[in-house]
């Protein structure tokens, strides 16, 4: 099917990018309400019984060949769901969402290396260099110099080396995803989120006891972060790859820590440093350059 790029897809795009970048805040409130580990429990089961309804009323099947990779599918499902929602999770608890938000622009800058050594067709250029470079000062920049000298006295550097962990998590999962079969996607969200389900709920109740009550607030703070970042983006996330490609896909990597910054600001009054906006514009000019190719794809694209 050709790629099309409308007003629709654009209208999709922000929606999507809205919904990424509120994710933070949510979770920033949600967790006045539950632990960290539950929080990422409840968020993943939510989602994967939407996602297996929907995908079981399809009745799709899911590896589209016979070749089939069950570990590989396993594993990519709980570094996309399971580990950064505990590590984002429990992070947030130390850091703003705006600072968990900015951490995020760095997911597609670690694709690129980790895509290189694992992923054949993937190749360095000069372009990934100076982008990678620009985004590592950024990095640096937004852990600060207090990171290398945590004390028991603050846990915010390790709150902050939590959501960095969390990015890491992301890239290694859309590695991963890239080493699979053909599968539906539909099919892959579906076990991705059980098996994200099957991994954090034990480790929850093993770390934080039973599952605590919740008050009616912090239950629809579940409920949003079940529904809205975890299953209802993910099939956004498809219509938008299917439609206008994976190359218009990208541009969400742009807009998702600028929301989270909106919101932060606006409607939590979180504190903002400078070194974060320093941080970020290093982060997404280094985006913009490693991906400068597909950039050129789109308008291209874009100009037919």
Request: glycine share 6%; with cysteine.
């Amino acid at each position: 099917m050709e790629n099309s790029i409308t007003k629709q897809s654009w209208l999709l795009l922000t929606v999507l990018g809205l919904i990424w970048g509120s994710t933070f805040m949510i979770i920033e409130l949600a967790l006045d309400g539950i632990t960290p580990f539950w929080l990422a429990a409840a968020r993943i089961s939510i989602a994967a019984v939407i996602t297996n309804m929907i995908w079981l009323f399809s009745s799709r099947q899911l590896f589209l060949t016979q070749s089939k990779d069950w570990p590989t599918l396993i594993l990519s499902g709980v570094f996309a769901t399971a580990a950064p929602f505990i590590a984002l999770s429990w992070g947030q608890q130390y850091v703003t969402s705006a600072f968990a938000g900015i951490s995020m622009a760095s997911v597609a800058l670690l694709i690129l290396p980790l895509s290189y050594f694992f992923v054949v067709s993937e190749k360095i250029t000069t372009f990934t260099v100076l982008g990678m470079f620009f985004g590592f000062f950024g990095v640096v920049i937004l852990l600060g110099p207090e990171v290398f000298l945590a004390s028991n006295e603050t846990k915010e550097a390790y709150g902050r080396l939590a959501c960095l962990f969390a990015t890491f998590c992301y890239a290694t999962s859309a590695v991963l995803t890239k080493r699979l079969p053909a599968i539906d996607p539909i099919g892959l969200a579906a076990v991705s989120l059980t098996s994200g389900a099957m991994f954090v709920i034990p480790s929850a109740w093993l770390i934080e006891g039973s599952p605590p009550s919740v008050s009616k607030q912090t239950l629809i703070y579940l409920l949003i972060l079940g529904l809205f970042p975890t299953a209802a983006a993910t099939f956004l996330r498809i219509i938008i790859i299917r439609t206008a490609g994976p190359v218009f896909m990208t541009l969400t990597n742009f807009q998702v820590p600028l929301w989270s910054v909106f919101f932060s600001i606006i409607l939590l009054n979180e504190p903002f440093k400078i070194s974060m906006i320093i941080a970020l514009a290093l982060i997404l000019i280094g985006l913009a350059i490693s991906q400068m190719s597909e950039i050129k794809k789109l308008i291209k694209i874009n100009s037919l």
